[in-house]
Every structure is written in structure tokens, then in C-alpha cells.
């Protein structure tokens, strides 16, 4: 993503899209935030994607749900360009069945 204000606030959000046959109520990330001046940012994040009773806390239609989970709000990107996110699936099944897709999406800020 390239960013060229670095006053503005921003909040990132991370999006899940799974299919209600996931067998878990919750899913653990690795995201890793690399700068364009190369220092980086490595955090674990889980996200409860279902409540205590099993019911999914995203929206969606039929067999799929769509969640997002704020995950930083009012960032500030220090310096310009292009700032690289990489997301892994930290759960403890190399082969993880059920998520779709996952993304994060920056937007800016409405305190901004």
C-alpha cells in the first residue's frame, strides 16, 4: 500500500470471510508491517469470530460469513511510500480449512 500522507489519522481493519463449516470459534494471525525504510512492525492478533453459544459474529449470506475486526485506530504512517502487510494464519493446523480470504483494508480516520 502506498501512503502518501503521513499527517492523517487512520484505522486498519482486518476482514475474514469463512465459511460456516470453520471448525473453530476464533482465528490467531501473525501480521507482520514492514515500513518503506525497511524497520517492521510483527504482531499476534486473534480474532473471535463466534460468540460462546456458536453463533457466527459476522454478516453474510447462506454457508458464508464476512467478519472485520478493527485492529489499530488513528494510525499515523511515519514516512512515505510503500508499506508491505503480510498476514499468516497462526492456528495449530498447517492446513487450515474453511477461511476464504482474509485482508486488511486502511481507511482514514473519521477524527481526521
Known amino acids: 500500500m502506498n501512503i502518501y ?3 492523517i ?3 486498519v481493519y482486518i476482514n475474514v470471510r469463512h465459511s460456516n463449516l470453520y471448525s473453530y470459534s476464533n482465528l490467531f494471525l501473525f501480521l507482520t508491517i514492514i515500513a518503506p525504510d525497511g524497520n517492521f512492525i510483527r504482531d499476534t492478533v486473534e480474532l473471535t469470530l463466534a460468540d460462546k453459544s456458536g453463533k457466527w459474529l459476522g454478516k453474510g449470506l ?6 472485520q475486526q478493527i485492529y489499530s ?14 498476514i499468516e494464519q497462526g492456528m495449530r493446523e498447517d492446513d487450515l480449512q474453511n477461511i476464504l480470504d482474509i485482508g486488511l483494508r486502511v481507511e482514514k480516520s473519521s477524527s481526521d
Open 5 to 7: 500522507d503521513t499527517i
Open 62 to 67: 447462506g454457508d458464508i460469513s464476512d467478519y
Open 9 to 11: 489519522s487512520n484505522n
Open 73 to 86: 485506530e488513528n494510525v499515523r504512517f511515519r514516512i512515505r511510500g510503500i508499506y508491505k502487510f503480510n
